[in-house]
C-alpha cells in the first residue's frame, strides 16, 4: 500500500476578503514527483506556502506523514522533514555559497552537517568549487541550483520547489529537470510547482491543475496524455 508523505485537505485560504484556494485536496506519496500546473495567479505559491506554515489557512487540514501540522510554525516542518524552496532563489547574496548552506541548516536540529554539505556538493559540483565565492556574483542559474542545494541540505523526506525554472535558459531548465529526477532517485519526494507544463509532464509521477483557487488531479504518469493537451489549453486561456 502507497505511504501518503503529504496529504491537503480541504483546504481553504484567503488573503482578506479574497479567496485565494478553496476545496483543495492534494495526495504526495512517498517517493514520487508530484506536480503542480497552472497560471500565474492561480494560487500554486499560496498553496505551497500553506503547507511549509508561511502562510495561515482559513479551514482544512495538512497531514505530513499521518500527522496534523496546521499550527506548526516552518521550523518545526522544517524539522520534521519537509523543505521549501520558494521561486527566485531566496538566497543570502552577501554571503559565500557555503555560509548560505550552513546557514540552511540552522532549523533542522538533527542533521549530520559535514556529511550533508558532501551529499549536496556531490550533487552539485559546481557549488564544492565555488563554495568560497559570494553568491550574488554567481549567473542565475547557479543561483537556483545553491537554492535547491538549500532545501536538500536539511536532509529532508520532501522538498517542496515553486518555479524552480522560472526566468532561466532552456538549458539551464533542462539542468534543473536533470536535477530533480536525481532527487527522486535519491528518495527524496517532491512537490513541484511550475508554469514549465512539458517539463512538469516529464519528471512527474502525478500531475494536478491549479486553475481558478482551484485544484484539479490530471492523473498518474501513463494517464497524462488524455489530459495534457486539456491542461495546456486551460493554462493558455
Given at each position: ?101 550552513q546557514t540552511a541548516m540552522i ?46 541540505v536539511i536532509d529532508p523526506d ?80
Amino acid at each position: 500500500m502507497t505511504r501518503e508523505l503529504l496529504t491537503v485537505d480541504d483546504l481553504h485560504v484567503s488573503y482578506g476578503d479574497m479567496e485565494v484556494i478553496r476545496d483543495a485536496d492534494l495526495n504526495v506519496p512517498a517517493g514520487d514527483v508530484v506536480a503542480i500546473v497552472g497560471a500565474n495567479g492561480a494560487g500554486k505559491t499560496t498553496l505551497l506556502d500553506a503547507v511549509a506554515g508561511v502562510k495561515a489557512i482559513d479551514s482544512g487540514d495538512v497531514r505530513f506523514d499521518g500527522e496534523s501540522i496546521v499550527g506548526e510554525e516552518p521550523f518545526e516542518r522544517i524539522d520534521r522533514g519537509l523543505a521549501y524552496v520558494p521561486e527566485r532563489h531566496r538566497i543570502f547574496p552577501e554571503m559565500t555559497v557555503r555560509n548560505n548552506l550552513q546557514t540552511a541548516m540552522i532549523p533542522a536540529a538533527d542533521v549530520s552537517r559535514d556529511e550533508q554539505l558532501d551529499r549536496v556538493f556531490d550533487l552539485f559540483p559546481i557549488l564544492r568549487d565555488r563554495q568560497s565565492q559570494v553568491a550574488g556574483t554567481m549567473s542565475g542559474g547557479q543561483q537556483q541550483m545553491l537554492a535547491i542545494a538549500q532545501g536538500l541540505v536539511i536532509d529532508p523526506d520532501l522538498i517542496m520547489f515553486d518555479e524552480p525554472t522560472l526566468g532561466l535558459a532552456p538549458k539551464i531548465v533542462e539542468d534543473i529537470r536533470d536535477t530533480i529526477v536525481d532527487i527522486s532517485e535519491s528518495g527524496v519526494t517532491v512537490l513541484l510547482v511550475d508554469e514549465q507544463i512539458r517539463m512538469a509532464k516529464q519528471v512527474s509521477d502525478r500531475m494536478y491543475l491549479m486553475r481558478k483557487n482551484t485544484l484539479q488531479y490530471l492523473g498518474e504518469r501513463g494517464e497524462f496524455e488524455d489530459a495534457y493537451q486539456n491542461a495546456v489549453d486551460q493554462v493558455l486561456e
